[in-house]
């Protein structure tokens, strides 16, 4: 069975940079059939797509996000990883680390993690 | 403002049918992208609920149904459970983003 798990810093100052890492364990990363995903959702708020990332090296981002994100793979390890530079409270979110199938839904989850941008 | 439009809230009593809608346009819904349901519990990751605008995962029980129809899409929940109050969201492929797009979401609540 497939799990996700998110790690990185919980906590970024403002106009930093944002680092998180997702490990895939249960099944390989390098399966170009599905995209390995990021989804944020503020606090009390909606889920937001970040972008995501295709083994071969694809990747689609949120254009909302202003070319402030990047989402890289590296399949020795199973972990693709997510990037947001100049992070400011609006970025405040669970991060959540998923599969999805190309178009399609998303499935499974990594549990969340919370990252706050504070001084 | 999210790109498809839910009630923000929906209620019902313990085994009553509740619905929600999922309203789209025609670069994800009513371009023919399937849609697909989310239950969230507070803390927790979302849980698939229904795939392809109909499809239950295993374990999913048959009381959760979807539909769509044109740029809509709708969530069937009958004899309501104490244990369905939760948030749900719907979600598409948007053409135009090239990639996903989320309902706002809808808390359900069990009187």
């Known amino acids: 069975q497939l799990h996700l798990q998110e790690s990185g810093s919980g906590l970024v100052k403002p106009s930093q940079t944002l680092s998180l890492t997702c490990a895939v364990s249960?099944?390989?990363?390098?399966?170009?059939?599905?995209?390995w995903t990021w989804i944020r959702q503020p606090p009390g708020k909606g889920l937001e797509w970040i972008g995501y990332i295709y083994f071969s090296g694809s990747t689609y981002y949120n254009p909302s996000l202003g070319g402030r994100v990047s989402i890289s793979v590296d399949t020795s390890k199973n972990h693709f990883f997510l990037r947001l530079t100049s992070v400011s409270a609006a970025d405040t979110a669970v991060y959540y680390c998923?599969?999805?199938?190309?178009?399609?839904?998303?499935?499974?989850w990594g549990q969340g993690t919370l990252v706050t941008v504070s001084s | 403002q999210s790109v498809l439009t839910q009630p923000p809230s929906v209620s019902g009593a313990p085994g009553q049918r509740v619905t929600i809608s999922c309203t789209g346009s025609s670069s994800n819904i009513g371009a023919g992208y399937d849609v697909h349901w989310y239950q969230q519990h507070p803390g927790t990751a979302p849980k698939l609920l229904i795939y392809g605008n109909f499809n239950r995962p295993s374990g999913v029980p048959d009381r959760f149904s979807g539909s769509q129809s044109g740029a809509s899409a709708s969530l069937a929940i009958t004899g309501l459970q104490p244990e369905d109050e939760s948030d749900y969201y719907c979600q598409s492929y948007d053409s135009s983003m090239r990639g996903s797009v989320f309902g706002g979401g809808t808390r359900l609540t069990v009187l």
């Open positions: 249960g099944g390989s990363i390098s399966n170009d059939r599905y995209s």
């Open positions: 998923a599969r999805s199938a190309p178009f399609d839904w998303i499935d499974p």
